[in-house]
Structures are given as C-alpha cells and as structure tokens.
C-alpha cells in the first residue's frame, strides 16, 4: 500500500496521474491510517480537498456570475464556468430552473438545432402571465443573447422595450442591474466631478472679485484725484512747480548736509581748545 | 485643487504688495477728501511734455532730472499741522521705505524717506511741517540725489520765491 502510494505521489507530481488515481490519493489522505513518510503531505492534500469543496459549495459565486450572465456580461471564460457547474450534478436547488435554459444553449451550440421548445414553452407561460421571476430572467437572457431564432425576433424588440421602460420608470436606478460596487464607485466619481467642477468655479469667482477690487481700488484714486486736487495740464506750469518742489527739495536736504558740517566744525573747534 | 490654492495664494501676495503702496496711496486719498488740503498732481504724461519743453542749453540740469520723473504730488495745508506731520510721520513707517534724513529745527520739521529699488531711488518723499505749515511731497521715477544737491545752488534764487510761500518764516 504505501509503496503504491508513493509511486502514485511520484506520477502526481509530475502531473500524471488520472482522476481516479488522484481520488485515491485523496481517499487515502483523508484516512487515518497513513504511512510516517506521507505525513509530512497529508495537511497539503487536506486543504485541496477543504478548496474544493469550498468552491462546489459556494453557490453565492454562481449566484453572482448568473446576475452578470443575465446582463450578458459575462466573459467566456465564466460563462464556461456555468456551463461546467450546470452540466456537474452538484447544482444547487435555488439554479435548478436554470439547468433547461444552459442545457438549451448547450444542445444548441453543439448541434445548431432549431428545437426552441423551452424558450416557446416559456414564453407561453409568459403571456399567460404565469412565469416565475427565475423564468422571466431566462427569457430576458435568451432575448439579450442575441442568439434568437427567428421566430422569437417580434418579441425581441418587446424586451427590449421592458428592460428601457424598468429604466425610466426608476430614474434614480438607471443602472438597476450593476453590481452595487460598481454603482457606489460610479456615485463616486460624479461625487469628484462635481467637487473639480465647484472648485474650477470657486477659483474664477475668487478671480473676478480680486479683479474688481483692484479695479475699484484704481478707479477710487483715480475719482478722488479728480474732487479735490490740482491736476496740471501745462507743461510749463509743470515744469515750474516741479522746479519749485526741486528747489525745496534741494534746499532741504543741503540745509541737512550742512548742519551735519556745522556739528563737525563744532567738534573740531571743541577739539581744537581742549589741546 | 492644487492650482486653485496657487492662484489664491498669488492673490493674496499680490494683495499684501498692494497694501504697501497703499499705505502712500491711502495718505494721500486721505489728504485729498479733506477740504484744508491743497494737492497738486503732475501726470508722468505731463513729466513728458515739461521735458520737451525744458530749454535743454539753459537748465540742463533740471532737464536731466525732470527726464527721469514720472510724477509729482504735492499735498499741503495750514491748519492742525503739527497733529498731521505726527501722524503722517506714523503712516509713513513703512519697512520698504528708509528714511534718509531728518532736520529739526526750532519749530520746523524735515524728513526725507526713499523707497529703493534695484539700487536707484524710485520713490523720494519729502515731509515738511512747521507751525503753520505742512508739506508733503512725492516724487516718482528714477530719481539722483546728486544731480538735485548739484540743481541747487542754481535753483536757490528762483526756488526763493516758492519757498517763502511755503515756509513764510525763511
């Protein structure tokens, strides 16, 4: 026995081994009685075996990946997801109503048949009123798909209308089916824009009301230069104030410089008599 | 939001230069809307003409002068002048201004204060106040000190004239 199992752990790292030699490695792991020298593997293999079944059981995964299937978002890869969970036997109760549509697209994308029996089915129920929610999102799906046979193209245009009317009579959930994440980023970013937009208006206000204050402040001088002041407008007259000023200032400021040489002088005759 | 706070911020810089020359500015605003004051203003458009019309061989050293302005305010009153010469004198403390020099002579006051810039004065106030006399003068432009000390003694005699109605004890 444990001389197989460790030719099979050999295969298994190679990546050789099949399913049901990997269930039996399993299945001796999940044992009690194992050899000392694989003991050192079994806490590896335990958690595959908790991941895996983590991942069958985690129906809230398939949940989110069909709200974005319905809003024909999804990327290949995750419908291929679907596909292989509806197509596995561990579906859960809440999906079975979903297995006759996947099983649908499946016989339909391999053979191309033109038997719509499930969409028509539904969609007789449908006028009588008497689809379930789950039903009517299968509907809604098959005729986003683009996928449509010829004979649903009429009602095509009718869901169509249904899916823009759910939006228009809920203005405030334009994007009703987005994932909230995404709505709540969205309310973000409109959040931001209005903030940018209110301070590119608050700088320009601020602008403008510096911009009239120094003007007021200019046209102010320029106003009371006029009441009561003495603007000259001859050239001579001009040219014989400033003469006039000049001379003040000249007188002044040489009255200054002499009075400095008097305290000189006086130092030097002070000096000159204490020697 | 960065380039809204960097135009606040100029705005306000911008604002605190204003206010500097507004301390003059407010002075002479002041001074104007009372009724005792006398102002004369010469424009730097009329500094232009008053060149063009000095007689260049005869004062060239008031054309080489008067080249160089760009404008006169002259303010003046008779009444409360010590009160005003204080209180101009307190206005007037600005840190970009730098008083040159003061002359106290028995009952008279003079003080020049000049506003420098790029090394040359560009802003020459002269304050005057007597016991019936207050003056206040501003010149603007590009202004030499030794070109005016050198005007003078040549101006003495036709200055006379001025200055004894300005300072009526002389």
């Known amino acids: ?275 | 939001m960065k380039n809204v706070f960097s135009i606040i911020m100029m705005l306000f810089i911008g604002f605190a230069a204003h206010a500097q020359n507004d301390a003059i500015e407010s002075l002479f605003k002041d001074y104007q809307a009372d009724a005792n004051f006398k102002t004369v203003y010469i424009s730097p458009k009329m500094f232009q003409m008053a060149y063009n019309a000095t007689d260049v061989n005869d004062e060239k050293e008031l054309a080489a002068i008067v080249k160089d302005l760009k404008g006169l305010r002259i303010m003046s009153t008779e009444k409360e002048t010590s009160k005003i010469y204080s209180e101009a004198n307190k206005r007037l403390n600005i840190r970009t201004y730098e008083t040159l020099a003061t002359i106290k002579d028995k009952d008279t006051n003079v003080k020049f204060i000049t506003k420098e810039t790029n090394g040359s004065i560009s802003e020459l106030l002269l304050l005057i106040g007597s016991k019936n006399k207050f003056v206040l003068m501003s010149f603007t432009g590009k202004i030499d000190l030794n070109k005016i000390a050198k005007l003078s003694k040549k101006l003495d005699i036709d200055g006379a004239e001025y200055l004894d109605k300005v300072n009526s004890k002389k």
């Open chain 1, 1 to 275: 026995m444990t001389a197989k199992i460790t030719k099979l752990l050999d295969k298994y790292w190679e990546g050789d081994t099949s399913l049901e030699e990997e269930h039996e490695i399993k299945q001796y792991f999940l044992s009690d009685n194992i050899d000392k020298q694989h003991l050192q593997y079994k806490g590896l293999f335990v958690f595959f075996n908790q991941q895996s079944t983590i991942q069958t059981t985690l129906v809230a995964d398939i949940d989110a990946l069909l709200e974005k299937y319905w809003e024909a978002e999804t990327s290949e890869k995750e419908e291929a997801i679907l596909k292989a969970y509806f197509k596995s036997n561990y579906i859960d109760q809440k999906h079975e109503a979903f297995v006759g549509l996947f099983d649908f697209y499946d016989k339909r994308s391999q053979i191309r048949t033109t038997s719509t029996t499930d969409i028509d089915a539904l969609l007789n129920k449908y006028w009588e009123g008497e689809t379930t929610e789950k039903e009517e999102k299968v509907l809604k799906a098959y005729f986003k798909s683009g996928q449509i046979e010829e004979a649903h193209l009429p009602f095509a245009d009718l869901f169509d209308f249904f899916e823009t009317q759910q939006q228009i009579t809920y203005p405030t959930k334009v994007i009703p089916m987005q994932p909230l994440d995404e709505q709540v980023h969205i309310e973000k970013k409109s959040n931001v824009r209005v903030i940018s937009i209110f301070s590119r208006v608050a700088a320009v206000a601020i602008f403008i009301l510096g911009a009239i204050f120094i003007f007021n402040n200019i046209n102010n001088v320029a106003q009371s230069n006029s009441t009561n002041v003495y603007v000259v407008e001859d050239p001579e007259e001009a040219l014989r104030i400033t003469r006039e000023a000049l001379a003040m200032v000249s007188t002044k400021f040489r009255e200054s410089q002499e009075s400095l040489k008097e305290i000189n002088s006086i130092d030097q005759i002070t000096l000159f008599k204490s020697e």
